[in-house]
């Protein structure tokens, strides 16, 4: 596919309007003297002949020593690479950043305005690049720089659901994989382009395959072996395969990281078992790994999903996870790799919340030092909105990593409009009371080697990479966002904007409403915003829709009745609440002070239950799931404003969709509202349900 043939998103370069910026973009960058001593810096270099081609209308000369003749320059290097750094920052300071850190500054050197990037490594040089291309595209001034960045969270990664060979992506709304197991070790020109978004947004990791090693059959594991599958990209000779793809990330400072199947050694390998305590396991282990990084020296790691949703584990042997972590840990350790180890277990309990936190909470501690446990931000499966998960707080022993969905899975897939960063922003601010009032999230995963964030991805090979243009801006943002968490939603759309759709304030105003907008109404048309979720349909498909609604198959997640609605995860129901630290316990046990936001995920209700405003229970669905759909109506309005402001090919595309996610949020409402009068026999106030025939 050639390299113009899908869009560049947030990486546009358009040339600069605005004559006074142009001109002191260009006698600051027109010159550039940057280092050539890694391959990163090629990156660099290339970036930068793109970048400000493109922005200031002429490619920029490049030396490799500072250009006497310029008026201005920038110089790109390591602290101690180059006089025009070396002599105009703290060189300490700068070797003593976080690996990733960089810092940007408006110096004058030997009486010449110099624009300098150092950085402690070569990866934070090519953060500081793309920062200082975002400035320019956002239309900001870079006459008087003083910029020191550090990355909140050592681990930046995304989770590919990709399934190789087969190409399909699951929970991929995007078009097929864009990774070609086929044809690798053979590369695409869209792998670079892949690099160069996950890299200009600072993440430092990709897991190219799903989690889903082998995909179970809805009659049971096992019936996969045949078909070739996840697992076996373990296999010898897909290693050079890997080591393609890994190529080209490194180039762009990301580590490549697998999903494995945790019988391996059965599957891989020719062992009659996988018990992590037997020997042979363990042997065979450490030669697959050590085999693994003779061919990708650099490898990140695996991801491991066990003894969920038909993957197999420790269980199997009656073993616990900790034991089953630590085998493929003790492997890695020697290399420096690390094993992402997923909390999502569920089944053998009758409230699937409290699962995670009854099987991982009592093994803190036992873990690996290389072992970080990978934990869905909610307790049930990236609902539009969920409690925290209990287990942030509850394992201070262990590494943990926060799992958050880019993809739409759940909020419209690639149809509707939703802007995932609010949802993302309120978990990380969410505080745990780990050590007391004021442990937020954020502050439980930042600085610590082992910790990060981990996001399910949103690409496929679609020309447009997300099936749908705004959900562009949930990968940038997810990057930005993990990257600085105290950068609020409407910061980072609004940059999302400005690189993607150009600088025109009416632009930026409304698609910046459309976006903050979007994830409120996608929760109250989908769930009714009082504690509600999983009401989708699941029906027989290999891969379940989750698009279109379906209440009727979940009662043990909404806990319709005739008397009332909700479930009680309180003292007197699965005591989910307990699991939560104080003040948090108390809060949600008692319906007068559980947030509102959440009162049916804790409570079961009487259908006319009076909330704090005397409005009932059922009357506040019916209102919400009404104000759902009038929501969309008012962004699918104010999209339309945009016609002849936006292109035509992207205004289109996204207009077609607000008509279908009109229509299917109308669905939505419709279903459930029906379904609730069904059930509580209570009519709306207003006489919108029971609905007309
Ligand atoms: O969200 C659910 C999805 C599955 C997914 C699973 C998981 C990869 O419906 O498609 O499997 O969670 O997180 O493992």
């Known amino acids: 596919m050639p390299i113009d043939s899908y869009d560049s998103c947030w990486l546009r370069y358009e040339p600069v309007d605005d004559e006074e910026l142009l001109s002191s973009y260009r006698d600051r960058c027109e010159h550039v003297y940057a280092s050539d001593s890694a391959p990163e810096l090629g990156v660099v270099r290339e970036e930068l002949n793109r970048g400000l081609e493109g922005l200031l209308g002429r490619a920029p000369h490049l030396w490799n020593h500072?250009?006497?003749?310029?008026?201005g320059f920038l110089a790109i290097g390591l602290p101690d690479e180059m006089r025009p750094i070396s002599e105009t920052v703290d060189t300490d300071a700068v070797r003593s950043l976080d690996e990733d850190g960089y810092r940007i500054r408006s110096v004058t050197w030997e009486g010449v305005d110099c624009t300098v990037i150092t950085a402690p490594t070569d990866s934070g040089l090519v953060y500081g690049t793309f920062h200082l291309l975002r400035l320019m595209s956002t239309g900001q001034p870079i006459d008087d720089l003083d910029i020191v960045e550090e990355p909140a969270n050592a681990n930046r990664l995304i989770n590919h659901w990709d399934n190789p060979f087969r190409g399909k992506v699951e929970r991929g709304y995007a078009g097929p994989s864009i990774f070609d197991w086929e044809r690798l070790p053979d590369l695409r020109q869209r792998y670079f382009d892949y690099a160069r978004l996950l890299a200009s947004v600072g993440i430092n990791g990709v897991v190219v395959n799903n989690v889903n090693t082998k995909i179970p059959s809805r009659e049971g594991a096992n019936e996969a072996v045949s078909r070739r599958a996840g697992w076996q990209l373990l296999e010898s000779d897909n290693l050079e395969k890997v080591e393609a793809l890994a190529s080209v990330f490194r180039r762009y400072g990301i580590k490549t990281y697998l999903s494995v199947n945790f019988a391996s050694p059965m599957l891989v390998g020719d062992l009659e078992t996988a018990d992590p305590l037997d020997a042979d396991v363990e042997a065979w282990w450490e030669r697959k790994v050590d085999e693994v990084y003779e061919t990708v020296p650099d490898f990140g790691g695996f991801v491991v999903k066990a003894d969920s949703e038909g993957q197999t584990g420790p269980y199997d042997y009656d073993?616990?996870?900790?034991?089953?972590a630590n085998v493929i840990a003790r492997a890695l350790e020697p290399h420096g790799g690390r094993v992402w180890w997923r909390a999502f277990v569920y089944g053998s309990h009758e409230d699937r919340a409290v699962q995670a936190y009854n099987t991982f909470e009592p093994l803190d501690g036992e873990f690996h030092d290389n072992v970080t446990v990978q934990i869905k931000n909610g307790p049930i499966d990236f609902q539009p909105r969920e409690p925290i998960s209990t287990l942030f707080g509850a394992m201070p022993e262990t590494d943990l990593g926060c799992e958050l969905q880019i993809t739409q899975e759940y909020t419209g897939q690639n149809v509707h409009?939703?802007?995932?960063?609010?949802?993302?922003?309120?978990?990380?601010?969410f505080d745990t009371y780990a050590d007391g009032e004021g442990t937020p999230v954020k502050d439980l995963l930042a600085d610590r080697e082992g910790q990060g964030i981990a996001g399910v991805g949103v690409v496929g090979d679609d020309p447009n990479w997300t099936g749908h243009y705004l959900a562009q801006a949930n990968l940038y943002g997810y990057g930005r966002l993990i990257w600085d968490p105290d950068l609020t939603?409407?910061?980072?759309?609004?940059?999302?904007?400005?690189?993607?759709?150009g600088g025109d304030s009416t632009v930026v105003e409304t698609v910046n409403e459309i976006l903050m907008n979007s994830w409120d109404a996608s929760i109250d048309y989908h769930t009714g915003s009082i504690g509600l979720m999983h009401m989708m349909y699941n029906g027989s498909a290999a891969l379940e829709n989750h698009y279109d609604p379906s209440p009727e198959e979940w009662p043990e997640y909404h806990g319709a009745s005739e008397d009332g609605i909700g479930l009680d995860r309180t003292s007197s129901g699965s005591d989910y609440t307990g699991q939560y630290r104080?003040?948090?316990?108390s809060r949600y046990e008692d319906p007068e002070t559980c947030p509102e936001e959440l009162l049916l995920f804790f409570h079961h209700l009487p259908w006319e239950h009076e909330l704090a405003d005397g409005t009932t229970?059922?009357?506040r669905l019916y209102d919400n799931f009404f104000a759902g759909v009038e929501a969309v109506k008012e962004l699918r309005a104010q999209w339309h404003t945009?016609?002849?402001e936006i292109d035509d090919r992207r205004y289109r595309h996204v207009a077609d969709r607000f008509d279908e996610h009109v229509l299917q949020a109308e669905r939505w409402r419709d279903t459930i509202v029906s379904f609730f009068y069904d059930y509580s026999g209570v009519p709306d106030e207003d006489g919108r349900v029971p609905l007309e025939a």
């Open 617 to 619: 229970v059922v009357q």
């Open 642 to 644: 945009l016609e002849g």
């Open 489 to 501: 939603s409407e910061e980072i759309s609004e940059e999302w904007i400005r690189q993607t759709f």
């Open 582 to 585: 104080e003040p948090l316990a």
């Open 417 to 429: 409009a939703c802007y995932h960063v609010p949802q993302w922003k309120e978990v990380l601010e």
């Open 66 to 71: 500072p250009p006497r003749s310029a008026d």
């Open 319 to 324: 073993r616990d996870h900790a034991e089953g």
